[in-house]
């Protein structure tokens, strides 16, 4: 029994050691499935909650401009797992009031509720979030709240400067195609943050249709934060310009934010 | 968005935080202009009803709406009122929407003044909803937030471990608007020959409170609801007095209710029950007030492809004593089944980054045939400027519930600027 125990425990060093080797030979050079897992982290779940002023600019082809000023918070039941999200949306004046509940689920469909303040009316949604708009932005829920890494197969590209930062350049595909709009992605992921300073979509056809820039990196109370977020549909020319000022993290968020009372009275401090 | 300094009123409604006094209060509202003009002229008339074939159209008005919120960190205020100026009857009239304070404890939340109560999942179909409705306004063609009247009423929400409790006291009754003799639409009278009315309202009296409780709790991603309500049909019934004489009164009603609602099959699904029981003609004989009765809703909510979604709901209505109610139903009243079925489809595609919303809504009975029809093109100008234009049509044997509106089917248009 003792012998077969240690057999095992050999067999389970080997490749440990073998990988050891090979990281002392070649420093620093993760996978690719290990630099969006760790890039889904730092763009996503900092923190244990997160609480931001945003502002999106839409901004079209020919220059007309549509503004949507919402305060943002997050809260993460786990890393890399179940998130809560509450929005509350300060304009355009159609808008104003009304707030906006998410309950995220690695793996399967959110819970998603809007709450309509002229007709005291809370309201589940049912719109899918790898395609849907957010807010008539150019983000999707998805590119908001984050896509699970899972759902694509990577692969590190190369190594390139995006600007100033090095960046791990990683091509992911999606594994149902059918789910989504694109047919690969790829993304510039920062060495030195892990955040995407850089992704670009590209359609069924495989030709470019979105661009996501990180503008601008700021670090908040130990973490590095995405404040301005650009996307431009390259196919017609639409983009979206979001703006995050007074970020806060880990500011013991209370879980009930995050249910029908807070949809319905949110609180003060969101609301101003 | 403007904002008026108010530091004085907001020192005193809060005597907190001295950093409060300095901050503004915000200022909303928004000016509008509404018309609906009439598909169909109505040729015959009778005399109570004459308005609606003299008027070609059923809404001409202006509104100024303005809203004041002022917020502290435990409190806030809300006032919406409104300045209506009626071009089709040239009057001008002033009217509070909303106007109540909020007051917000670690587990208790309290609503006082005058409140919109919106309960239960159904589109356009209530149940458990059993709070006041103008009618008038939806068939006009202004938008949906006017479907909804305030109660002057007291509501307490509790929240303990998850589970919340809504207690909402309404001490003033406020009836449903509905078409009414004078007015401009066209409707199914059965007593059109008798022109004096009256109506008697429940009057204020603790006798009289109408009570409503609503305990609901989210499991597992669904949300359940349970209902109980005490108080009166918000329609009137009628009963010929000598003279003769019309008069209206508001029968009293219980409702029992419940509802559940959360994802599954893609999409979202709703259900939702409630028996109605009318406590003063549980037999069914009296013909003048409506029968207890079960009613029942479900319905499925799906996004098909990008920005455009359907949803489709399925209502029943089974009266009890059914046979009571055709065995003394009056002369002139419509000959309703024990089971009334009622379908609803509905379609919102999204354009234009969500500036332009084409919509339709589309209910119909099909064991009664009567059934409306209502499409609307919504497009956001710019941030603060919105018009719609839309259609509302109705259709069916003229005593029943939808097609009795067939002659005030219009075509409108809505003009808001915001602020």
Redesign the interface.
């Given at each position: 029994m003792a012998l077969r125990l240690l057999t095992i425990a050999a067999a389970g060093l080997a490749p440990a050691l073998a990988a050891l080797a090979l990281a002392i030979a070649a420093p620093a050079q993760p996978s690719a499935d290990e630099v969006m897992a760790k890039a889904h982290l730092a763009m996503f779940y900092p923190g244990e909650d997160l609480r931001a002023r945003v502002t999106m600019r839409?901004i079209?082809r020919n220059g007309g401009e549509?503004?949507r000023e919402l305060t943002m918070t997050r809260r993460d039941l786990r890393d890399g797992g179940e998130q809560r999200y509450f929005i509350y949306f300060h304009?355009?004046?159609?808008v104003?009031d009304m707030t906006f509940l998410v309950?995220k689920y690695p793996g399967r469909?959110?819970?998603r509720w809007l709450y309509v303040p002229?007709?005291?009316?809370?309201r589940?949604?049912?719109?899918?979030d790898k395609?849907?708009?957010f807010?008539?932005?150019?983000f999707s829920y998805e590119d908001v709240s984050g896509r699970e890494p899972e759902e694509d197969a990577h692969k590190l590209v190369r190594e390139e400067r995006v600007g100033e930062r090095a960046a791990y350049v990683i091509e992911s595909v999606p594994k149902d195609p059918a789910s989504v709009?694109f047919s690969r992605k790829l993304s510039w992921i920062d060495t030195a943050t892990w955040l995407p300073l850089k992704e670009e979509y590209y359609d069924r056809r495989g030709e470019l249709s979105r661009v996501f820039t990180a503008e601008e990196l700021k670090e908040v109370q130990g973490f590095w934060t995405v404040v301005k977020r650009v996307v431009k549909n390259v196919q017609t020319g639409?983009r979206t310009e979001a703006v995050l000022d007074g970020v806060r993290y880990d500011q013991k968020l209370a879980p009930?934010l995050f249910?029908?009372?807070a949809l319905r009275?949110p609180p003060?401090?969101l609301?101003? | 968005?403007k904002r008026a300094a108010w530091p004085l009123l907001l020192a005193v409604l809060g005597g907190e935080a001295e950093s409060e006094a300095v901050?503004t209060i915000p200022f909303?509202g928004?000016v509008q202009g509404a018309s609906a003009y009439r598909l169909v002229q109505p040729e015959r008339c009778p005399h109570t009803q004459r308005l609606a074939c003299e008027e070609e159209f059923v809404l001409g008005e202006g509104r100024v709406r303005l809203e004041l919120e002022p917020?502290?960190?435990?409190w806030?205020l809300t006032a919406k009122g409104e300045l209506i100026w009626d071009a089709v009857a040239g009057e001008v009239e002033g009217e509070l929407r909303e106007g109540y304070l909020?007051l917000?404890f670690p587990a208790l939340?309290l609503r006082v003044g005058r409140?919109?109560?919106?309960w239960g999942v159904g589109d356009l179909i209530f149940i458990n909803d059993v709070y006041p409705k103008d009618w008038v306004a939806f068939i006009s063609g202004l938008p949906?937030?006017y479907l909804?009247k305030g109660s002057d009423a007291m509501s307490a929400?509790g929240?303990w471990r998850?589970t919340?409790a809504q207690l909402v006291l309404i001490p003033r009754f406020e009836a449903d608007t509905l078409p009414e003799a004078g007015g401009r639409l066209r409707f199914h009278d059965p007593m059109a020959g008798i022109e004096a009315r009256r109506t008697d309202e429940p009057s204020p009296s603790l006798d009289l409170l109408e009570t409503g409780l609503r305990v609901?709790r989210?499991v597992a991603?669904w949300?359940l609801s349970l209902y109980a309500y005490r108080g009166f049909f918000r329609a009137p019934a009628a009963e010929v007095e000598p003279g003769p004489q019309l008069r209206f009164f508001f029968p009293p009603l219980n409702v029992y209710g419940a509802s559940a609602?959360?994802?599954a099959l893609?999409?979202?699904l709703?259900f939702e029950a409630g028996y109605y029981d009318s406590r003063a003609d549980r037999s069914g004989r009296n013909p003048g007030v409506e029968n207890s009765s079960f009613r029942f809703l479900t319905g499925y909510?799906?996004?098909i492809?990008?920005?455009l979604?359907a949803?489709g709901q399925y209502h029943v209505q089974v009266m009890q004593n059914h046979d009571e109610f055709l065995r003394t139903r009056g002369p002139g009243m419509a000959r309703r089944p024990a089971v009334r079925h009622v379908v609803t489809l509905r379609l919102t595609r999204?354009l234009w980054?969500?500036?332009l919303r084409l919509g339709v809504f589309a209910l119909a009975s099909p064991n009664e045939g009567d059934w409306y029809a209502g499409p609307e093109a919504r497009y956001?100008v710019?941030?603060?400027l919105?018009t719609t234009l839309g259609m509302n049509v109705f259709g069916g044997p003229r005593r029943s519930e939808f097609g009795q509106f067939e002659a005030n089917s219009n075509v409108f248009a809505v003009v808001r600027y915001?602020?």
């Open positions: 839409l079209s549509r503004v304009r355009p004046p159609d104003r309950w469909d959110d819970d002229a007709l005291k009316l809370v589940r949604i049912a719109a899918n395609r849907s708009s807010a008539g932005s150019d709009d639409h009930d249910g029908e009372r009275a003060a401090q609301v101003r | 968005m901050e909303h928004f917020r502290g960190e435990r806030s909020d917000q939340d409140q919109i109560v919106t949906l937030e909804k929400t929240h998850g919340s609901f989210n991603g949300d609602q959360g994802a893609g999409g979202v709703s909510q799906r996004e492809v990008a920005d979604t949803s999204l980054h969500q500036t956001q710019t941030d603060a919105s915001a602020f």
